[in-house]
């Protein structure tokens, strides 16, 4: 996924991102956090921005975004999947939903459809074992999920496969 | 104060780390992360010693560990040589490409396994590259990811607008897998070129044009200067022939 330049009226609403915060190192992390949140993916631009506002050289402030797996370097769908493959999850057959996603969306984990509306990443643990396996979609935990259960959630998020697309 | 290392009492400065301090007796504590120029990182721990203190002793990184009244240090024990033959193992099974860690693997005596390794891989992450860089002041180059995905890199493996081309990363990197390229006066380095920059006196590449532009910024020197002009050994002969007609 390409990381374009941010168009105007962007770039003016990332500046009031940044100038809500002092220009100390100290501030990176929540800066990025409401980058993040706004623009749902950290752009490019904006980590120079970050970079410059703060007085950090742009290598720490990309070494930073790329070590937490909070951020993310390219944009993520509207509708962001976090399937929980830890262990319960595993076992009770997370990997099917994962495949499920997979081949239905076309995209592998940690990547986003071409029109933006789905996302998928994996993570470890959502604490909700006794509900296995689950997922979270925009936050909105999914139960006892199996194959027929994801094309479901699918469906319901305006997947491609089923017409609905937006 | 006095610490006995290896049965021999010597002379500490508070303040000081027991590598530091044990580098002065002529005893050598092998190290990877380390570096004078930067000090201790204690990131790679093959500098492990074990210190006694009051009856009771623990396994230290020497490099950042300071030194304190009374310690006993053992700079080789049985335990200890166990662990750098680990990290010996395990780092050439990280970085199997590299010579230098070919030569520790076989040093160390370490034994065949089958934990997996990447036979290109020549990085062992001492993180000496991005601590030379911030030395430099440039800082390019950072770690990037995490876990096993970590590496070192510019940021998104562009060409950086920060690089000034100096290869000070090449040049303090132990396992030298950081590549250089030059050739017509064209270095290449980080995904970028930068134009050579030849010695006034002996005609040889010193610098790149990015890197003098850098040192004229930082250090306000006039144009002419011998630092922006010739190569370190031609500024030495000519501050020898300045000190021949020296006469107070």
Same mark, same amino acid.
């Given at each position: ?19 809500? !915060?002092?220009? =100390? ?7 990025? @956090? ?6 749902? !993916? ?18 720490? *402030? ?7 797996? %909070? ?7 509207? *509708? ?24 239905? /969306? ?5 990547? +986003?459809?071409?029109? $933006? ?18 997922? $979270?979609?925009?936050?909105? *935990? ?25 | 104060?006095?610490? /006995? ?5 010597? =002379? ?22 380390? @570096? ?13 010693? =074990? ?9 230290? %990184?020497?490099? +950042? ?8 240090? &053992? ?14 193992? /395990? ?7 590299? #010579? ?6 076989? =040093? ?6 089958? $934990? ?31 876990? +096993? ?20 990363? %090449? ?8 590549? *250089? ?30 890197? $003098? ?6 250090? &306000? ?21 300045? #000190? ?5």
């Amino acid at each position: 996924m390409e990381t374009d330049a941010l168009i105007t009226n962007q770039s003016e609403e990332l500046d009031a991102i940044i100038n809500k !915060y002092p220009g =100390e190192k100290r501030y990176i992390m929540a800066i990025m @956090h409401d980058i993040s949140r706004h623009f749902n !993916y950290l752009p490019r631009q904006a980590l120079e921005a970050t970079a410059q506002y703060t007085g950090v050289p742009f290598s720490q *402030v990309y070494s930073m975004a790329t070590f937490y797996k %909070a951020f993310s370097l390219v944009p993520r769908g509207r *509708v962001h999947f976090k399937v929980c493959d830890g262990t319960t999850c595993h076992i009770k057959g997370s990997q099917i939903i994962i495949d499920e996603i997979c081949s239905r /969306l076309n995209i592998k984990p940690g990547e +986003t459809t071409a029109d $933006l509306q789905f996302s998928l990443e994996t993570v470890n643990c959502i604490g909700a074992c006794a509900i296995a396996p689950a997922l $979270l979609a925009n936050g909105k *935990v999914h139960p006892h999920l199996n194959a027929a259960g994801i094309r479901q959630v699918i469906a319901e998020y305006g997947g491609p496969e089923y017409g609905k697309k937006e | 104060m006095k610490i /006995l290392i290896d049965g021999i009492e010597i =002379e500490a400065q508070p303040g000081e780390t027991i590598l530091e301090a044990t580098r002065r007796t002529g005893i050598h504590i092998p190290t990877l992360c380390y @570096h004078e120029a930067f000090g201790g990182q204690g990131s790679c721990r093959f500098c492990m010693v =074990e210190v006694t203190k009051n009856g009771s002793s623990r396994v230290v %990184a020497s490099c +950042t560990y300071p030194v304190n009244d009374g310690i006993e240090v &053992k700079t080789s024990t049985p335990q200890i040589d166990k662990i750098r033959r680990n990290i010996a193992m /395990l780092l050439y099974k990280r970085a199997p490409n590299s #010579l230098f860690m070919q030569t520790l693997y076989k =040093e160390y005596l370490c034994t065949e396994n089958n $934990l997996v390794e990447d036979p290109y891989e020549k990085c062992i992450l001492c993180r000496l590259c991005v601590n030379a860089c911030a030395a430099m002041g440039a800082s390019a180059i950072s770690t990037v990811m995490r876990g +096993t995905d970590k590496r070192v890199a510019t940021p998104y493996d562009d060409a950086s607008a920060a690089c000034i081309g100096c290869a000070a990363c %090449a040049e303090v990197c132990p396992t030298g897998c950081i590549e *250089v390229q030059e050739d017509n006066n064209i270095r290449r380095i980080w995904n970028r070129d930068f134009t050579m920059v030849a010695c006034e006196e002996c005609g040889k590449n010193f610098a790149t044009r990015e890197q $003098l532009a850098y040192i004229a910024d930082r250090s &306000k020197q006039e144009a002419d200067a011998d630092e922006l002009r010739l190569c370190t050994n031609c500024r030495r002969k000519v501050l020898a022939r300045k #000190l021949e007609t020296f006469n107070g």
